[in-house]
Nanobody, 121 residues
Framework: QVQLVDSGGGLVQAGGSLRLSCAAS????????MGWYRQAPGKQRELVAT???????NYADSVKGRFTISRDNAKNTVYLQMNSLKPEDTAVYYC???????????????WGQGTQVTVSS
């Protein structure tokens, strides 16, 4: 009943930019927060950025000043603007949403399918 679809990944040279999008759809009552995580080959999944329904943001130290997370509450969509990309940013990026479904009191975490970001040197 709830689906997160993330998109916008691709291949870009170092110093370039990409914008990721993630739209949550289905029987959603409310979304507390949305965020982006990434997993590089041979590494654990790590938090990149999060944003609450009120607009509070949090970033990993490695992306501060380069990435910007934003949200369109009316569309249940979160974005990640990635500038000054580095080869170290290469990873699969996953969208996440902490939300309540209609008729369900529980807060549940949902994940997108992931989108590949590759940064060449």
């Amino acid at each position: 009943q709830v689906q997160l679809v993330d998109s916008g990944g691709g291949l870009v040279q170092a110093g370039g930019s990409l914008r990721l999008s993630c739209a949550a759809s289905g029987s959603i009552f409310s979304i507390n927060a949305m965020g982006w995580y990434r997993q590089a080959p041979g590494k654990q999944r790590e938090l990149v950025a999060t944003i609450t329904s009120g607009g509070s943001t949090n970033y990993a130290d490695s992306v501060k000043g380069r990435f910007t997370i934003s949200r369109d509450n009316a569309k249940n969509t979160v974005y990640l603007q990635m500038n000054s990309l580095k080869p170290e940013d290469t990873a699969v990026y996953y969208c996440n949403a902490d939300l309540r479904r209609i008729g369900d009191w529980r807060h549940i975490s949902y994940w997108g399918q992931g989108t590949q970001v590759t940064v060449s040197s």
